[in-house]
T-cell receptor, first 117, second 111 residues
Framework: GAVVSQHPSRVICKSGTSVKIECRSLDFQATTMFWYRQFPKQSLMLMATSNEGSKATYEQGVEKDKFLINHASLTLSTLTVTSAHPEDSSFYIC?????????????FGDGTRLSIL | AQSVTQPDIHITVSEGASLELRCNYS??????LFWYVQSPGQGLQLLLK??????LVQGIKGFEAEFKRSQSSFNLRKPSVHWSDAAEYFCAVGGYQKVTFGTGTKLQVIP
C-alpha cells in the first residue's frame, strides 16, 4: 500500500521550455503533497508543500512563479517548471502524506530527472 | 529548529557483515524518526519509522533501528548485509508538515 507514482521519470528539453511533472497517490488519498529537489550527492531540499484545493506553501528562496504547483485533487499534484533553464536541471521528487495526523510518514515517488539543454 | 546529522558520508562493508548507520537528531519535542533508502536514480523508500513505544523498531528488508533519547540517536542496523543493500540511506526527523532529512550515507557492499 501507499504507492506514489511520479511521471515522467526523465525529461530532456531545450532551454525556455515549460515542463510539467505529475505526482499521483495510487491507493490512498493524499491530503498533502510535497515537492523536493535533490542536487547531486546532496540531501533533499523541500521546495513546497501543497494541500488539496489551496495554494501551495513555498520554502524560502523558492520562486513561486518559476515552480507552479497545482493540487487539484486528493490524488494528484503537479509541478510545472516554467521557462526552464540549465540551472533548473535537477532531480525532482514528490511525496504524499496519508491522513492528517502529525505522525504520518511521507511516501515518495521515484523522482523525475530533468535535464535542460 | 529540527536537524539531522549523519556523520558518515560513505561506508563500505563486506557482504554478510553487520551494518550500523549513525543518525543524530535535534528536535524540540518527542521526535518522529524515519529511515529511508534511495537506489540510484530512484525515489525514496521508507524502511522504518518510530513514533512512540518500543524503542527498537523493526523495518523492511531485515533492518532495525533503536531510538535512544539520552543520546539523541536513531541508528540503523542490519545483522547481515546483502549486495542488494548498496544504496544511499537517509535519516529524517519531523512529522506530517515538516520533515528534515540528513545528508545521507552511501553504502557500498563488497563481495
Amino acid at each position: 500500500g501507499a504507492v506514489v507514482s511520479q511521471h515522467p521519470s526523465r525529461v530532456i528539453c531545450k532551454s525556455g521550455t515549460s515542463v510539467k511533472i505529475e505526482c499521483r497517490s495510487l491507493d490512498f488519498q493524499a491530503t498533502t503533497m510535497f515537492w523536493y529537489r535533490q542536487f547531486p550527492k546532496q540531501s533533499l531540499m523541500l521546495m513546497a508543500t501543497s494541500n488539496e484545493g489551496s495554494k501551495a506553501t513555498y520554502e524560502q528562496g523558492v520562486e513561486k512563479d518559476k515552480f507552479l504547483i497545482n493540487h487539484a485533487s486528493l490524488t494528484l499534484s503537479t509541478l510545472t517548471v516554467t521557462s526552464a533553464h540549465p540551472e533548473d536541471s535537477s532531480f525532482y521528487i514528490c511525496s504524499a502524506a496519508q491522513g492528517t495526523s502529525s505522525n504520518q510518514p511521507q511516501h515518495f515517488g521515484d523522482g523525475t530527472r530533468l535535464s535542460i539543454l | 529548529a529540527q536537524s539531522v546529522t549523519q556523520p558518515d558520508i560513505h561506508i563500505t562493508v563486506s557482504e554478510g557483515a553487520s551494518l550500523e548507520l549513525r543518525c543524530n537528531y535535534s528536535y524540540g519535542a518527542t521526535p518522529y524518526l524515519f529511515w529511508y533508502v534511495q537506489s540510484p536514480g530512484q525515489g525514496l523508500q521508507l524502511l522504518l519509522k518510530y513514533f512512540s513505544g518500543d524503542t527498537l523498531v523493526q523495518g523492511i528488508k531485515g533492518f532495525e533501528a533503536e531510538f535512544k533519547r539520552s543520546q539523541s540517536s536513531f541508528n540503523l542496523r542490519k545483522p547481515s548485509v546483502h549486495w542488494s543493500d548498496a544504496a544511499e540511506y537517509f535519516c529524517a526527523v519531523g512529522g506530517y508538515q515538516k520533515v528534515t532529512f540528513g545528508t545521507g550515507t552511501k553504502l557500498q557492499v563488497i563481495p
